[in-house]
Structures are given as structure tokens and as C-alpha cells.
């Protein structure tokens, strides 16, 4: 899955001149978190909620109320905004996003075109919603969790229990713990898990949790 499929397409921008007060509203009224900074066409910095509340007026201020709005209409975009933008291109894939929200420690990304021009924005909340439907989480499905071993022919192996009882999975994963074992996540209609439990055991991987989501 790509980033053009989850993003939100033609984002509303500000520019770098426009006021601090011009921003809060826009995100006040949208119930934004950020705006990308556009000028000519081009990505020149991104202003966030956290910004605004870093420039907010300290309660404990002896300035009056028209001051403070006087020097809030003042303050510009430019003079505050983020310019290292980390941004992501359209045709990437969603788990390249994800990983730069991880690593970078942000809640979302300013999706460009080759030329520089911003086209929309992903979200933490858009790679959420992404995973929930990449693993069919509301289709009420059983999720199995399987010890495995890391050796060659295990997915055949699994898949042909699969395959002879009859049940479609819906959805497979496997991960490393912490402690270097490795499990495998199944998502599938079962009707009867003490079959399968019982043909996988055979096998060698064990089931060692069982529930129904969704």
C-alpha cells in the first residue's frame, strides 16, 4: 500500500508571511495539528500546534489583552515555523512513512511531488487506520499466535494445515521477541481451532494464544 492511497490529498497550507494569529485559527477551526509553509508553490517549513503553545503568552504576563493581540498580529509564520521539513513522496510505500514517524518521533509527514510541491499529508492516524484494515482487524476474524522456528519451508508447512482444512487466512505475520524467538500472527475464519491446534502441534508449532477480534 502506498502513501498516495491513505493521505490526505491538497492539505490547506499557509504561508511564511502570514500572521501566528492567521495559523491558529486555520488550525482552531479545522481542528488541525500542523500546516505545511507554502510560498511560490514550494515547501519552506511547517508550523504545529506545539509551536503556537510555545509562542502562547505566559498567564503570569503583565502585558494587557490588546497588547498581547497587537504582538500576536504582528508575529509572522516565518518567524517561528520548523524549515527542516521531513517530508515523504507519494509513491513510497506505507511502512516507509511509519518508519520515519518512528525514528523521527513525529505525528505526521508532508507528502511532496518531484518537484518539491505539497500534495497532501500522512498522519500517525493514517498509518493506524492503514494497519487496522491491512489486517482485516474489522472483518471478525480469529487471530492465532504460533511459536515458530526461523528455517526454510515453514510457511508451506503452516499454510498446507490451512489449505486442508479448508480456511482462508486472512491475514499472516511474524515477528522477532525480544528474547530472539520468533512468533507468527494468523488471521482467519475458523470454525474449529482444537483441529487446527492439534495438526499444528504435530507439526511442531505450537498455538500458545487463541482470540476473536472484531
Known amino acids: 500500500m502506498f502513501v498516495e492511497q491513505r493521505m490526505t490529498a491538497n492539505p490547506i497550507t499557509i504561508t511564511s508571511t502570514s500572521t501566528i494569529a492567521d495559523a491558529s ?7 488541525f495539528r500542523r500546516l505545511p509553509v507554502v510560498d ?16 502562547a503568552p505566559s498567564p503570569a504576563t503583565t502585558l494587557s489583552i490588546f497588547e498581547l ?8 509564520i516565518k518567524d517561528i515555523m520548523q524549515k527542516k521539513v521531513i517530508t515523504i513522496q507519494a509513491d ?14 513525529i505525528g505526521g509527514l508532508i507528502v511532496v511531488d518531484a518537484a518539491g510541491a505539497v500534495i497532501g499529508v500522512i498522519t500517525e492516524t493514517d498509518i493506524f ?9 474489522n472483518e471478525g476474524k480469529t487471530r492465532l499466535t504460533i511459536d515458530v522456528t526461523d528455517k526454510i519451508g ?7 494445515v490451512f489449505s486442508e482444512l479448508s480456511i482462508n487466512i486472512s491475514s499472516m505475520v511474524t515477528y522477532t521477541l525480544p528474547d530472539g524467538k520468533k512468533e507468527m500472527v494468523i488471521r482467519a475464519a475458523i470454525p474449529d481451532t482444537v483441529v487446527l ?7 511442531g508449532y505450537p498455538i500458545n494464544h487463541i482470540v476473536h477480534i472484531g
Open 69 to 76: 493581540n497587537y504582538l500576536l498580529a504582528k508575529m509572522q
Open 129 to 137: 487506520k492503514c494497519f487496522v484494515d491491512i489486517m482485516g482487524l
Open 92 to 105: 513510497a510505500t506505507v511502512e516507509e512513512a511509519a518508519l520515519l514517524l518512528y525514528n523521527h518521533r
Open 154 to 160: 515453514i510457511l508451506n508447512e503452516i499454510t498446507e
Open 40 to 55: 511560490g508553490g514550494k515547501l519552506v517549513g511547517l508550523i504545529t500546534d506545539r509551536d503556537l503553545r510555545e509562542v
Open 197 to 203: 491446534s492439534e495438526r499444528l502441534a504435530t507439526l
Open 25 to 31: 485559527e486555520l488550525m482552531r477551526t479545522n481542528k
